[in-house]
Every structure is written in structure tokens, then in C-alpha cells.
């Protein structure tokens, strides 16, 4: 555990030796707190009890152990530079590329013997690319949940091997032992994410696809580990150069969504949504079905930061954003395009002919669910309750209002403003913008955002 502030004298940590007081896991809120707990006494529990029964290593176990926590460190040793910038870059869920060490002990020893590989190389790990981001309460969790999926994947290829239906080695051993330790591991972090944070979407808590098969592909390397230190350990020398390709390809894609999404709110933002909404129109050239495009305005949001300060505006914004997430599909394209303003992309909506009805459906959910927001938050005085929100919907339809995205967002913008000056917290459709003017004045609203 973690030195953190002080607790003496009140909460959980109180009553406890000093630096025990003083550990961060007092200060996680009640309910997160015991989660983390019993993860980490299971893992030790369990361990405490299969060590009791464990026999002595034999030279076989000892050389490999002694190899694997030699291939671990040396990996970390070679990647941690790329470590730190993807554990900067990336979210709640974060890949261990390190379970290529913890997976081949799982194969190649038994449990204890694994557990104990699994926190040598993850305690270092930490030390060269975790800490000091990664508070050791953290840390000590991260290794609960390894050592568990590492003793909860051998059982299982145990079991199946002592039936006598398969060995170890075989493929759909391996492949089960694989889906196991996945599992479990997803299922200890997904719980106590879900704990800390309920109202959590499900790919936030779980992680993305692509990061699930990520792990599923570092499992697999850790199989082909265990095979060639079987075999011949100099083999493992054929396992770093694509196990270092896969950490830079992953960074590489990481960078690449840092990029696009705005940092307050997780969506898009402006560059990335641009790209992506012109993309999506001339694929629509291809396809039938309407477009649209919806640009939304909180209204009155200097108040919020008035009033409550900006880390509550933050927390303001981050809650529409959800909000509008929550009312479009998977599909659809939503982005920030700065300050309160956000902008919707919505993909086929229908029939030729259907799609203003179904705009304008999808416009009032929006709206309606925006003016229904309760934004909670804690702050030095007490619990703060943000409501009362509203929001101003602008929109344009593909392609009666137009086939180009800056013309769609002109449309758009100006029904907007006609919303604001309509008594705000409505929607408008559809309303063409004013001819061209010589020169566009340089503050007005179409000024700022087309005047190049």
C-alpha cells in the first residue's frame, strides 16, 4: 500500500501504527475499498494454502522458474520506455503485454511457483513503468487479479489433463487455459471498475474489442513461450521481436485515439470528427437513406463556471457528452467542437423522404434528456448537485439541406441561433443560412467557425 495523505484521527486508517494510517487504500471510499481488499487476501490466502502443500522444487521447476522471471525483466527492461507512454496515453483498462511471462508460467509450473513468477515480474514492471502514476495500492490489486487467473487457469488445464482426456500441451488445453485466465482477469477488474464507478458503460469497464483480442494475442504468445522453453529455451529468442512489434503497434493506435478525442469528454474532437463526417457523407453518395447533422449549444454554461467553478463545468460537460452517447448509436459520429458546443453526426436514418421525422424525434430525446440531467459531484463544502441544464439543437438533413459537410454545418449553425433567439432549449430544422456577404464579420457566430 501506498504512502498517501494522512488519515490519522478519522476514517478507516485510524487507530493503525502510523505509516499503516497512512496507507492511499483509507482513502478509497468505503465500498471500492473492501472490493480491492478481498481481492488481494484471496490471492494471498490462496496462495498461503497451496504453498502448505506444495512439495519442494525440483531442477526442472527451478531452471525455469529462474527463466522466466529472467525473460520477464529483460522484456520490461527492452519496452518500459513504450510502457510509460502507453500507461500515460491509455485509459481505466490497461493491456499487460507482460502476460506472455505470466501465462507461460501457468503452463510451464505449478501454481504457486507461477504466482511467485507473476509478482517478480510485475513488482518490477511497476518499478520501471507504473510508479509513481500507479499508486502501489494499485499495483498490489493489478497482482492479486494476476495471481488469481494465473491459479484459476492451471487448475482448470489440471483438471482436464488429470481426466485423462488431454495433456497440458495439447492445443484445446492451451486454448482453455487461454480463455480462463482472460475471464477471470476480466471479470476481477471489470468488477471493482464497476464498483467505483456504476453508472460506467460496459466497454469502459471491460475494454474495447480490440484491446480483449490484444490480450487474447499476448496469452497466445505466452503459450508459444511455454512450448519453446520446453523444447529448447534459446527458442524464446523468436518470441521479444514480435512481442516488442506489438508493443509499438499498440502505442502507435493509442497515440492515434489520444489524438482524436477531445480530453474533457471522450468524444471526437473537432479535427477527428471533421475527418470522419466527410468520410461517412461520400460513403452516403454511394448508399440510400438520409443524413444528418445536429450542432447542440448548452445554454448558459458560463453560469455553471460562474457559479460552481470550472471543475464542476468539466464534470458538466462530460455528463452531456455521456448523454448524447446514451440517445445515438454505435454508428453515429459525436464530437466536441469546443467550449459547451457539441456536434452529432447521424448516420441512415430511414427512407428517402423519412428522415426529418426521425431527426427530429432523435433532436428532442437529446434535448429532453440534457434538461433532465442531475450532475453529482463532491466538493470541499459537501455533495454538488449541477441541474437545471438546457440545451439549444440546430439541425440540417442530408441531403435536402446539402451534400457538402461544411454546408450541412452552415444549415445547422444557423438554426441553431435561430433556436437561441426562439427562447433557447428547443430544436429548429433546417433553416438556410443568409446569402454570402462580401466580407463575413470576424465575431459573429459563422465568422469563428468558417472564416478562414
Given at each position: 500500500m501506498s504512502p498517501g495523505r494522512s488519515t490519522a484521527g478519522a476514517g478507516p486508517g485510524s487507530g493503525l501504527p502510523?505509516?499503516?494510517?497512512?496507507?492511499?487504500?483509507?482513502?478509497?471510499?468505503?465500498?471500492?475499498?473492501?472490493?480491492?481488499?478481498?481481492?488481494?487476501?484471496?490471492?494471498?490466502?490462496?496462495?498461503?494454502?497451496?504453498?502448505?502443500?506444495?512439495?519442494?522444487?525440483?531442477?526442472?521447476?527451478?531452471?525455469?522458474?529462474?527463466?522466466?522471471?529472467?525473460?520477464?525483466?529483460?522484456?520490461?527492461?527492452?519496452?518500459?520506455?513504450?510502457?510509460?507512454?502507453?500507461?500515460?496515453?491509455?485509459?481505466?483498462?490497461?493491456?499487460?503485454?507482460?502476460?506472455?511471462?505470466?501465462?507461460?508460467?501457468?503452463?510451464?509450473?505449478?501454481?504457486?511457483?507461477?504466482?511467485?513468477?507473476?509478482?517478480?515480474?510485475?513488482?518490477?514492471?511497476?518499478?520501471?513503468?507504473?510508479?509513481?502514476?500507479?499508486?502501489l495500492f494499485k499495483h498490489v490489486f493489478s497482482s492479486a487479479t494476476v495471481v488469481l487467473s494465473c491459479m484459476s487457469a492451471s487448475g482448470v488445464m489440471s483438471a482436464v489433463a488429470a481426466d485423462g482426456t488431454g495433456d497440458r500441451g495439447d492445443v484445446y488445453v492451451l486454448a482453455l487455459g487461454v480463455l480462463v485466465f482472460l475471464t477471470v482477469n476480466t471479470a476481477l477488474v471489470a468488477g471493482v471498475i464497476a464498483v467505483n464507478s456504476p453508472q460506467t458503460d460496459v466497454a469502459s469497464i471491460v475494454g474495447e474489442w480490440d484491446e480483449n483480442l490484444l490480450e487474447i494475442a499476448t496469452l497466445c504468445l505466452g503459450a508459444l513461450a511455454a512450448a519453446a522453453i520446453a523444447i529448447n529455451p534459446w527458442l524464446v529468442a523468436f518470441i521479444f521481436p514480435p512481442l516488442l512489434v506489438l508493443h509499438r503497434a499498440v502505442l502507435v493506435r493509442q497515440l492515434e485515439v489520444a489524438a482524436n478525442t477531445d480530453g474533457k469528454t471522450g468524444l471526437l474532437n473537432a479535427a477527428a470528427w471533421h475527418t470522419q463526417a466527410e468520410r461517412e457523407l461520400r460513403r452516403a453518395e454511394r448508399r440510400s437513406g438520409p443524413r444528418a447533422v445536429l450542432v447542440i449549444d448548452l445554454d448558459h454554461f458560463k453560469a455553471v463556471n460562474d457559479t460552481h467553478g470550472h471543475l464542476a463545468g468539466d464534470r458538466v460537460l462530460a455528463a452531456v457528452a455521456d448523454a448524447l452517447n446514451a440517445e445515438v448509436r454505435d454508428r453515429d459520429l459525436v464530437g466536441r467542437f469546443g467550449g459547451e458546443e457539441f456536434v452529432v453526426l447521424l448516420g441512415a436514418l430511414g427512407e428517402p423522404g423519412t428522415g426529418g421525422g426521425e431527426l427530429q424525434t432523435v433532436a428532442e430525446r437529446i434535448r429532453s434528456r440534457i434538461a433532465a440531467l442531475r450532475v453529482e459531484m463532491p466538493t470541499a463544502d459537501g455533495p454538488l448537485t449541477v441541474a437545471g441544464l438546457s440545451a439549444s439543437v440546430g439541425c440540417a438533413l442530408y441531403p435536402d439541406d446539402g451534400r457538402e459537410l461544411r454546408d450541412l454545418l452552415q444549415v445547422a449553425d444557423t438554426a441553431l441561433y435561430a433556436a437561441k433567439r426562439a427562447g433557447r432549449n428547443v430544436v429548429r430544422m433546417g433553416i438556410q443560412p443568409p446569402a454570402p456577404q462580401p466580407l463575413l464579420a470576424e465575431d459573429s457566430p459563422q465568422g469563428r467557425r468558417y472564416g478562414q
Open positions: 502510523g505509516f499503516v494510517a497512512g496507507w492511499a487504500i483509507w482513502n478509497l471510499p468505503a465500498r471500492l475499498m473492501a472490493a480491492v481488499l478481498t481481492v488481494e487476501i484471496t490471492a494471498v490466502a490462496l496462495v498461503l494454502v497451496l504453498a502448505v502443500g506444495e512439495p519442494g522444487p525440483d531442477s526442472r521447476t527451478i531452471r525455469d522458474v529462474v527463466l522466466l522471471v529472467v525473460f520477464g525483466l529483460l522484456h520490461t527492461e527492452i519496452a518500459h520506455g513504450v510502457e510509460r507512454v502507453r500507461r500515460r496515453v491509455n485509459g481505466e483498462v490497461h493491456v499487460n503485454l507482460s502476460s506472455v511471462w505470466f501465462f507461460a508460467a501457468t503452463v510451464l509450473l505449478p501454481p504457486v511457483w507461477a504466482a511467485l513468477v507473476a509478482v517478480v515480474v510485475h513488482l518490477h514492471l511497476w518499478l520501471r513503468s507504473a510508479r509513481p502514476r500507479n499508486p
